[in-house]
């Protein structure tokens, strides 16, 4: 079995409504060259396996700090983990009774990872659904991401990859192919701004979603395009940055009138805090409210009057609770990007 032929997997979420048309399987990998200071799933960012202590489960037996074979477990008052000794092995997980230790990652065979989601098949053919490769980033581990479309591609399964754009052309002539929709993450259009949210330049983001859309004039494949922005309070969420990606989008339906089929504005939410606890890392955006309704309404509206095609414009997330008010929630969408 080659490298290619396997890869890390952090997590496969059925039952998917957030990532693509119809009931979908999300499989997401390990691994991002992006740091973003919003990341929902900030357990995806490092490709390597990682070890989580889960405080509720655990019953204090210590089993795990006997077995890891690298002393990189210590208890008082709790499990805590030395990250700079912690190999990822796993082998805490497998010995802990109470399911406190729990691994972030897991190696597949491609041919294995299939087999595993064609179990769902029957859901994709009755909703129009199928199976899409997310993250961390799906292009991270392209070679083993093109094994499993392929695959899949042949059972007759839709495809999606939700991409944040960050990867060499050669990746994208490599996976094209066999995607039926790229989600495609438009977060930020000031260089700068997006240099400091997310610790890269947005150049390359920029040149690839225009080499996507002359791609598809001359391919059968991808079908279409949704950009997805995350509208991150003192963030991504202002009006200028809003009119900005408006105006981008208007420019890349110049090149493939059809292929952007819609323009998911996606807001903040905060449920990944305790994520970043049991990874013992601080998150910046930790107290930082949700978007209000009325907010939230405005951005779209924005979008709306400034996009060539409003009908594309559409949005998701919860909004804020105000006194004495329902709550009120559409789908979430994991905002890894």
């Given at each position: 079995m080659t490298i290619d032929s396997t890869g890390i997997v952090l997590e496969i979420q059925r039952m998917s409504t957030e990532d693509g048309p119809g009931i979908r399987t999300t499989v997401f990998m390990k691994g991002c060259p992006l740091k973003c200071v919003w990341c929902h799933n900030p357990e995806s960012i490092n490709p390597k396996p990682q070890v989580q202590w889960i405080g509720a489960r655990c019953i204090g037996c210590k089993t795990c700090v006997q077995a890891c074979p690298n002393g990189a477990l210590t208890f008082d008052d709790g499990i805590h983990i030395n990250r700079t000794v912690c190999k990822g092995c796993g082998r805490c997980t497998e010995v802990c009774p109470s399911t406190a230790m729990e691994l972030l990652g897991k190696q597949w065979s491609a041919d294995a990872l299939v087999q595993e989601l064609l179990k769902d098949n029957a859901y994709f053919g009755t909703s129009g659904g199928g199976v899409t490769i997310s993250g961390g980033e799906s292009t991270f581990q392209a070679h083993f991401a093109?094994?499993?479309?392929?695959?899949?591609?042949?059972?007759?399964?839709?495809?999606?990859?939700?991409?944040?754009?960050?990867?060499?052309?050669?990746?994208?002539?490599?996976?094209?192919?066999?995607?039926?929709?790229?989600?495609?993450?438009?977060?930020?259009?000031?260089?700068?701004?997006?240099?400091?949210?997310?610790?890269?330049?947005?150049?390359?983001?920029?040149?690839?979603?225009?080499?996507?859309?002359?791609?598809?004039?001359?391919?059968?494949?991808?079908?279409?395009?949704?950009?997805?922005?995350?509208?991150?309070?003192?963030?991504?969420?202002?009006?200028?940055?809003?009119?900005?990606?408006?105006?981008?989008?208007?420019?890349?339906?110049?090149?493939?009138?059809?292929?952007?089929?819609?323009?998911?504005?996606?807001?903040?939410?905060?449920?990944?805090?305790?994520?970043?606890?049991?990874?013992?890392?601080?998150?910046?955006?930790?107290?930082?409210?949700?978007?209000?309704?009325?907010?939230?309404?405005?951005?779209?509206?924005?979008?709306?009057?400034?996009?060539?095609?409003?009908?594309?414009?559409?949005?998701?997330?919860?909004?804020?609770?105000?006194?004495?008010?329902?709550?009120?929630?559409?789908?979430?969408?994991?905002?890894?990007?």
């Amino acid at each position: 079995m080659t490298i290619d032929s396997t890869g890390i997997v952090l997590e496969i979420q059925r039952m998917s409504t957030e990532d693509g048309p119809g009931i979908r399987t999300t499989v997401f990998m390990k691994g991002c060259p992006l740091k973003c200071v919003w990341c929902h799933n900030p357990e995806s960012i490092n490709p390597k396996p990682q070890v989580q202590w889960i405080g509720a489960r655990c019953i204090g037996c210590k089993t795990c700090v006997q077995a890891c074979p690298n002393g990189a477990l210590t208890f008082d008052d709790g499990i805590h983990i030395n990250r700079t000794v912690c190999k990822g092995c796993g082998r805490c997980t497998e010995v802990c009774p109470s399911t406190a230790m729990e691994l972030l990652g897991k190696q597949w065979s491609a041919d294995a990872l299939v087999q595993e989601l064609l179990k769902d098949n029957a859901y994709f053919g009755t909703s129009g659904g199928g199976v899409t490769i997310s993250g961390g980033e799906s292009t991270f581990q392209a070679h083993f991401a093109k094994k499993v479309l392929v695959e899949l591609k042949h059972h007759g399964i839709h495809t999606a990859i939700d991409t944040c754009g960050i990867c060499n052309q050669h990746t994208l002539d490599m996976l094209l192919p066999h995607v039926d929709l790229v989600l495609y993450d438009l977060k930020e259009m000031d260089p700068l701004k997006h240099q400091q949210f997310t610790g890269k330049s947005n150049y390359r983001v920029l040149n690839n979603i225009k080499y996507i859309l002359s791609f598809m004039k001359e391919h059968l494949f991808p079908r279409e395009v949704w950009i997805r922005t995350p509208l991150i309070p003192g963030k991504t969420a202002r009006d200028e940055n809003i009119v900005a990606i408006a105006h981008e989008i208007n420019n890349l339906l110049s090149i493939n009138p059809k292929a952007i089929t819609r323009w998911d504005l996606c807001a903040f939410n905060n449920l990944c805090k305790d994520k970043y606890t049991r990874l013992g890392l601080e998150w910046e955006l930790a107290h930082t409210p949700l978007l209000t309704k009325e907010e939230l309404s405005h951005f779209e509206a924005l979008a709306k009057q400034h996009c060539n095609n409003p009908a594309i414009v559409k949005t998701s997330g919860s909004t804020r609770i105000e006194d004495d008010e329902a709550p009120v929630t559409k789908p979430k969408k994991k905002l890894g990007c």
